[in-house]
């Protein structure tokens, strides 16, 4: 780490860049870049180039329990992007329902269970807030 290059800031927020250290599938040590404001991360030879990223980190859906309604167990996640439900519907064998309420409102699906249901609200968010990211940050690939 040592003869690593002074860190820049993060191109996201500003804020301030650390070393850190995960593990590959594998078991190897895998050093990256974090982010210590935002959680962006990166490899450590891609950090200070900045145009070439392109893979930022999605702050997760925080779900909290819905309020005012029959049914126990809703819940929410409020975003910028609109809001999502998730709820088991009796009329769908207590099929855990996914919506969003956005601009537009619609069914996302229908799940199982309740992580495959949050999983799939989670991977609708991700992917707008990606393409938003890309169109404000003129990212390049
Ligand atoms: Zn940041």
Redesign the pocket.
Known sequence: MTNAPELK???????E?DHSMGERGDGTPWPYIE??????STEPDVWNRRADLCQPKVKPLVWVEATGRDNPAMIEAKTAAGKYEILQDPTSGWLFDVWFYGETEFHIGSFADDEAAKAAAEAHYTAWALDLHKQLFEVTE
């Open positions: 800031p993060c191109p996201f927020c500003g804020g860049a982010c210590v404001d935002c959680g962006a």
